[in-house]
Nanobody, 115 residues
């Protein structure tokens, strides 16, 4: 059974930081590209950051220079370091694993940034 379990969300003041983690099980983690999406209230889910199997990264323009995606294949875990947080970063953040073998989603972790 495939599981992606996010953690690390919470309430933080504007300008603060959070580090999200996504622990994967039931998949060969190194074979999957990993990504973080977010969905704010009343808005569509959007891609925040993505990291390929080889470690190449891409970011949404809104988070470039503030967020960093990384992965640790030995720990089957992906991370999203979020710095200089803004109220508009408030959302539920979802972990995504994608490969030719399938696509999987976590249950989400909520990050709230107060002004």
């Amino acid at each position: 059974q495939v599981q992606l379990v996010e953690s690390g969300g919470g309430l933080v003041q504007a300008g603060g930081s959070l580090r999200l983690s996504c622990a994967a099980s039931g998949i060969v983690f190194s074979r999957f590209a990993m990504a973080w999406y977010r969905q704010a209230p009343g808005k569509q889910r959007e891609l925040v950051a993505r990291i390929t199997r080889g470690g190449s990264t891409t970011y949404a323009d809104s988070v470039k220079g503030r967020f960093t995606i990384s992965r640790d294949n030995a720990k089957n875990t992906a991370y999203l370091q979020m710095n200089s947080l803004k109220p508009e970063d408030t959302a539920v953040y979802y972990c995504n694993a994608n490969s030719v073998w399938g696509e999987y989603w976590g249950q989400g972790t909520e990050a709230t940034v107060s002004s």
